[in-house]
């Protein structure tokens, strides 16, 4: 008898696995099956007669069991977060083996349960074992088989009560669609009133049940093939990796706009409207670290350091690149050759903008302002009060320069020469024109610099550079001269 229900219960099962795997499919959604084959071992109930089977037996006993077949079958929905609704229909069978009872107990539950996954348990997961704990609330049907109770002869009752079952659980998934599953549930029933026209019986119903099943996914519901929460009819990227967030139509998020994923962008803070390539950085034609839409010198050699808008390090400022300035220190504001130093078109190491004698002959020593030997400098600006030979305020910045150029300069002299324009009597011209000529010279040597290096001549007018007939010539022959000594 054990042995036959045992067959009919495993044809079931078999039968329910073949219907589930039917319609499972290889990206499951949320619905799912589970056929489990196991045991039952229910626990001693104590058992209250009131029947004409129990005359010359004990009408207060306990029954005990020995562990019996157990089936179920659930229905079940994998939700988002960690809550799972199942439905489980399950049978058991266990023989009564008791000194004062002989038959076996037959059970059929209904249960609504609620599951809490502790990781995640849809079949596409790439975990390996994932627990779960819950509850379920339902029906039993309980039914005494072949039952007697001493010598009397056997009979047969059922009753339906309302019960109660825990259970935890372990899930293995074996493919995307399979799972293995190893399940406990026990289960407290109501207590069976179990009643005829011939008395009554009161008894009770609590059972362990173990469980070895096999996790099907279904092919029913709202399908989202690649589980990322947007159904598949409103999926406008159908194929997104697990666990990557997504927005309302499917795709996964993409911040900077760029037509790359925020999970596979490596420059996530692209400007809008840049090309990109395929990590999502815009492109770099010279790989020099700067992307094309903002790089103003786009072949920049390979390894040569740049600035933020992509063009070679130019340190000074001076429009040489640092790579083929020779001079990288040059001051700003200086005009520089293509070597990235200061234009000197005499070529006698002052630059262009410091020479005060631009056309000094060829590989002649010069002084610090790029005067040499012979050569004649007027001091435009240094001028006297009329008819006198007190230097006027702004003589003296002029002054300080020449007094500076010749600390500079310490194998260098000077001759200065004053002139004057042709007005009034040629003697006192050259009177006037030699006290000019030391007030510069006194002036010079207060600043530092030895007298016998100042030598100081009045020329008057005899050594005129423009016409004396006009005011703007006479202005010109007005003049303190330098010319330099070596």
């Known amino acids: 008898m054990i042995y036959g229900r045992l067959a009919r219960l495993t044809g079931i099962a078999a039968i329910s696995l073949c219907a589930?795997?039917?319609?499972?499919?290889?990206?499951?959604?949320?619905?799912?099956?589970?056929?489990?084959?196991?045991?039952?071992?229910?626990?001693?109930?104590?058992?209250?007669?009131n029947h004409v089977s129990t005359v010359g037996a004990p009408t207060n006993f306990t029954n005990s069991f020995d562990a019996g077949f157990a089936f179920e079958s659930r229905l079940g929905y994998d939700m988002a977060g960690v809550m799972r609704p199942e439905v489980s229909l399950g049978l058991g069978q266990a023989d009564v083996n008791s000194s004062n009872a002989t038959g076996e107990v037959e059970t059929a539950k209904l249960f609504g349960n609620l599951w809490f996954d502790l990781g995640t348990t849809n079949l596409g997961t790439t975990k390996t074992l994932l627990p779960y704990l819950g509850f379920g609330i339902g029906f039993l049907n309980y039914s005494l088989k072949d039952y007697a109770v001493g010598a009397n002869p056997r009979f047969g009752e059922s009753d339906r009560v309302t019960a109660f079952q825990l259970g935890s659980g372990i899930t293995m998934p074996l493919t995307s669609a399979l799972a293995l599953s190893l399940d406990y549930r026990y289960v407290i029933g109501g207590d069976p009133d179990l009643g005829s026209s011939a008395g009554s019986f009161?008894?009770?119903?609590?059972?362990?049940?173990?469980?070895?099943?096999?996790?099907?996914?279904?092919?029913?519901?709202?399908?989202?093939?690649?589980?990322?929460?947007?159904?598949?009819?409103?999926?406008?990227?159908?194929?997104?990796?697990?666990?990557?967030?997504?927005?309302?139509?499917?795709?996964?998020?993409?911040?900077?706009?760029?037509?790359?994923?925020?999970?596979?962008?490596?420059?996530?803070?692209?400007?809008?409207?840049?090309?990109?390539?395929?990590?999502?950085?815009?492109?770099?034609?010279?790989?020099?670290?700067?992307?094309?839409?903002?790089?103003?010198?786009?072949?920049?050699?390979?390894?040569?350091?740049?600035?933020?808008?992509?063009?070679?390090m130019d340190s000074d400022g001076d429009g040489v690149p640092d790579t083929r300035d020779r001079c990288a220190a040059t001051p700003s504001n200086i005009a520089v050759d293509?070597?990235?130093?200061?234009?000197?078109?005499?070529?006698?190491?002052?630059?262009?903008?410091?020479?005060?004698?631009?056309?000094?002959?060829?590989?002649?020593?010069?002084?610090?302002?790029?005067?040499?030997?012979?050569?004649?400098?007027?001091?435009?600006?240094?001028?006297?009060?009329?008819?006198?030979?007190?230097?006027?305020?702004?003589?003296?910045?002029?002054?300080?320069?020449?007094?500076?150029?010749?600390?500079?300069?310490?194998?260098?002299?000077?001759?200065?020469?004053?002139?004057?324009?042709?007005?009034?009597?040629?003697?006192?011209?050259?009177?006037?024109?030699?006290?000019?000529?030391?007030?510069?010279?006194?002036?010079?040597?207060?600043?530092?610099?030895?007298?016998?290096?100042?030598?100081?001549?009045?020329?008057?007018?005899?050594?005129?550079?423009?016409?004396?007939d006009t005011s703007q010539g006479r202005a010109l022959n007005r003049r303190v001269e330098i010319r330099v000594l070596q």
């Open 20 to 49: 589930s795997n039917t319609f499972a499919a290889d990206d499951a959604p949320g619905w799912y099956t589970n056929i489990g084959i196991g045991i039952t071992a229910p626990a001693d109930a104590d058992v209250s007669a």
């Open 202 to 312: 009161d008894t009770e119903y609590n059972a362990h049940n173990l469980y070895v099943g096999l996790r099907s996914a279904l092919g029913f519901g709202t399908p989202d093939a690649d589980h990322d929460g947007v159904a598949d009819a409103n999926d406008a990227c159908p194929s997104t990796p697990k666990n990557i967030p997504v927005g309302a139509s499917g795709c996964p998020y993409d911040t900077d706009t760029d037509g790359v994923a925020d999970y596979l962008d490596s420059c996530p803070g692209t400007l809008p409207n840049s090309s990109v390539d395929e990590r999502g950085c815009v492109f770099d034609s010279d790989r020099d670290g700067v992307g094309d839409n903002v790089d103003q010198c786009p072949g920049t050699p390979n390894g040569v350091p740049v600035d933020d808008t992509g063009c070679e």
């Open 338 to 468: 293509a070597s990235g130093c200061a234009a000197d078109a005499d070529r006698d190491g002052v630059s262009d903008k410091l020479d005060q004698c631009a056309d000094t002959p060829a590989g002649a020593q010069v002084m610090s302002n790029g005067c040499a030997a012979d050569q004649r400098l007027v001091l435009r600006g240094v001028n006297f009060e009329t008819n006198s030979a007190k230097l006027a305020p702004n003589a003296t910045r002029i002054l300080d320069a020449i007094a500076d150029t010749l600390r500079e300069s310490p194998a260098f002299s000077i001759q200065i020469n004053g002139h004057t324009d042709s007005v009034g009597a040629a003697a006192y011209n050259r009177t006037l024109s030699q006290k000019r000529a030391d007030s510069v010279r006194n002036y010079l040597i207060s600043s530092g610099i030895e007298g016998s290096r100042l030598k100081a001549t009045g020329l008057g007018e005899t050594s005129p550079i423009a016409s004396n």
